[in-house]
């Protein structure tokens, strides 16, 4: 099937239950991305820095970026005058150098906390307590160009459903209180970010309001990455 013909399968299963679709267009050529573009998708998340930079500079305005991978405070200032969202937000020394370029850029940059809840050691991100704490932190709370939208989880790299669904429940629960402690008052707070091409399906089931999916649309990549966000 072709790539339009793979978003319009997706949107079928994701726009009825009010779910964001970010298209992962981490490798994928240009002419990859204006072909879903012209099939109406507009929302684009990329891994590395300089892929997105690359990308944004040749491609639509209109096209809203979201960085997903792991993100190193070093290159935080190469995106951040035209970023729509930081998925992966993973320390408090992170959230103060986005804050401290979006000052710069006179611009309020949304993002999401990064909560680590699969078995791998590899994957980034808070885990419950540490999310608490830094909400709680003097110094989170003086950052002024920062908007917390929500959580952002990547399950773990399993073919056991009940491993998957159980950590996408856990995910919930945790969102569901944050905002009920944090973010009551807040409308902006409501992005559970958690679901990829393998996973999206059970990560709908158990609640995800956007999910990342990149293979499931453009196809198998050829160059083999770590997985991290697709």
Known sequence: MSIANNLET????????????VAVSKTKSNSDIMEAYEAGQRIF?????QELVEKAELLPKDIQWHMIGHLQTNKVKYITPFISLIASVDSLKLLKEINKHAQKAKRTIDCLLQVYIAEEETKFGFDHAELVELL?????????????????GIASNTDKEKVIKAEFYELKMLFDGIKASFYRKEEYFNILSMGMSSD????????????????????????????NND
């Open 136 to 152: 709680r932190d003097d110094e989170f709370l003086e950052l002024k160009n920062i908007r917390i939208c929500g959580l952002m």
């Open 10 to 21: 997706l949107r079928l299963e994701t726009e009825a239950v009010g779910v964001q679709l």
């Open 45 to 49: 998340g990329e891994n590395h820095v």
């Open 200 to 227: 999206y399906k059970l990560a709908i089931e158990e609640g995800s309001t956007m999910v990342r999916i990149g293979s499931t649309i453009f196809g198998k990549r050829v160059i083999k990455h770590f997985k």
